[in-house]
């Protein structure tokens, strides 16, 4: 089975600052996808950015990038330059493949990090 | 917009009856998926469908749930007999089906079911 931990419930960070939001997994599948989402106010989940267990470099998305280690199994996600749009709930997610070989978008998240950016 | 929405935003019922939600999906998108977030907690996996076939059902899915997706385009999930414990926001997402890990989910606002 698979897990996702999001160890910090609350995350606060000064605007123009960076901040680290933390994510460790467990998993057997050999393959795998690790996401983020940004689930604002509003409710929708807005994705951020992802990363292949066989990725060699880490994924960048404009200000965002994924600090993967895979042995230690963490995938942590850094915001560059936050600003006060920021402030949401993040969600880390994994998915994996199936018997088959082949993922669809059965994702597990974990329970999520509340960022607040202060002006 | 062509993202993914969703029907009514906010649905407040009382226990025991009948409720019905409604997900638009991009329109090119083969893959349509539900899932259920209580408060504090992260998406959790409901069903998902590849075109008008429904392919997975968790075991969250109570018999009292049902979900269709006719001629592979919008989905309904409808909850009978409902109960205070459904209450939550029921997240809607499609996908292209692309069948690797790196299968992008596209969600919508979700519908805030509250069960008095």
């Known amino acids: 089975a698979q897990k996702i931990t999001q160890t910090q419930p609350g995350m606060f960070v000064q605007e123009k600052e960076a901040v680290t939001l933390d994510c460790t997994y467990d998993t057997s599948d050999p393959s795998y996808g690790l996401f983020w989402y940004k689930q604002p106010s509003s409710g929708e989940m807005i994705f951020l950015i992802y990363q292949g267990s066989y990725d060699q470099q880490n994924a960048t998305e404009g200000r965002y990038s994924l600090n993967f280690q895979k042995a230690r199994k963490s995938a942590n996600l850094v915001i560059s330059a936050s600003q006060l749009g920021d402030s949401a709930m993040y969600f880390c997610a994994m998915s994996k493949t199936n018997a088959g070989g082949t993922s669809y978008g059965k994702l597990t998240f974990g329970q999520g990090t509340i960022l607040t950016v202060h002006p | 917009d062509t993202g993914v929405s969703q029907d009514p935003r906010h649905k407040i019922t009382k226990r025991g009856q009948n409720v019905t939600f409604r997900c638009d999906p991009i329109?090119?998108?083969?893959?349509l998926y539900w899932y259920r977030q209580t408060l504090g907690q992260g998406p959790e996996f409901l069903t998902y469908f590849q075109n008008e076939a429904q392919l997975e059902k968790s075991r969250l899915l109570s018999d009292r749930f049902s979900a269709e997706r006719p001629k592979g385009s919008f989905s309904t999930l409808e909850i009978q007999r409902t109960e205070q414990g459904d209450s939550a926001m029921y997240l809607c997402?499609?996908?292209?089906?692309?069948?690797?890990?790196?299968?992008?989910?596209?969600f919508g606002s979700g519908t805030q079911l509250s069960v008095l």
């Open positions: 997402a499609s996908s292209a089906g692309t069948g690797t890990t790196n299968e992008k989910l596209f």
């Open positions: 329109s090119e998108h083969n893959r």
